[in-house]
């Protein structure tokens, strides 16, 4: 947890309060989205949608939490900023170590492999993203922990983090040649967005491990690009898995591509 002193601006305070509330607004009614047209997709497809709502449901509640720790932070009364409050980073880590391994089931179960493939591919993935997460939170969040530096936790971290893209863009691979052209190019659509969300982390991650104590113009910066990278890669990637899981129920069932796609 980093503790918070009265430098932030009225526009910067009202940046990434706004930043937080859309972060809100962008998970919560993706959840309501996913949940209510979960049935617009076949009963085996299903699941990949339920577990995109989770994740943003779980965003949803974690960016509550986050609005509320940074605005009791920065509250003022009487004009005074309370800079005794504490800004909890540690609700992101908890987001993420739970929604982080989610994103990695959803691309495995909506491409409806065999069972056996499933096992093998999420036995790898969802502890990579754990791990990835877990190594990466000491140094965002500057805890000394065992004397090692912050550089040394980044780098720790991106050692799953590059396994990840391994599993994804070599061993997944190999399973997309049994998919349709048009399920083939969302799946690389997927990856890339991960590739290009998840790139924000460790920028951000670099920024602030550069600097001593609590500076005003990163904590605006970190906050606004994770948030932007939050809703890309839970909130749009949610929509595209149910895009995928739509695309493969009408390749499965001609009567429900007739009922769903309608001219």
Known sequence: MNNLSDLLTDSQFNIVSNMLS???ASMLFTTFFL???RDR???RYRLAVLISATVTGIAA????????SFNHAFSTLDGAV??????????RYVDWLLTVPLLLMEIVAVLALTRQLQSSLLKRLVPAAALMIILGYPGDAKLDIWGIAPSVWGLLSTIPFLYILYVLFIELSKSLVRQSPGVQKKIKQLRLLLIATWGVY???FIFAMNSDG???DQFVAREVGYTIADILAKCLFGLLIFSIAR????EDDAEFAKTEFRD
Do not use: Q
Not at 61 to 68: A, K, L, S, V
Not at 247 to 250: F, I
């Open 41 to 43: 997709v076949l009963p």
């Open 247 to 250: 695309m493969k129920s009408a």
């Open 82 to 91: 309370n800079n005794a409050a504490i800004y909890n980073v540690g609700y």
């Open 202 to 204: 460790p920028i951000a």
């Open 61 to 68: 509640y974690h960016y509550f939490r986050m609005f509320d």
């Open 22 to 24: 859309l972060g809100i």
């Open 214 to 216: 609590f500076v005003a």
């Open 35 to 37: 949940v209510l047209a």
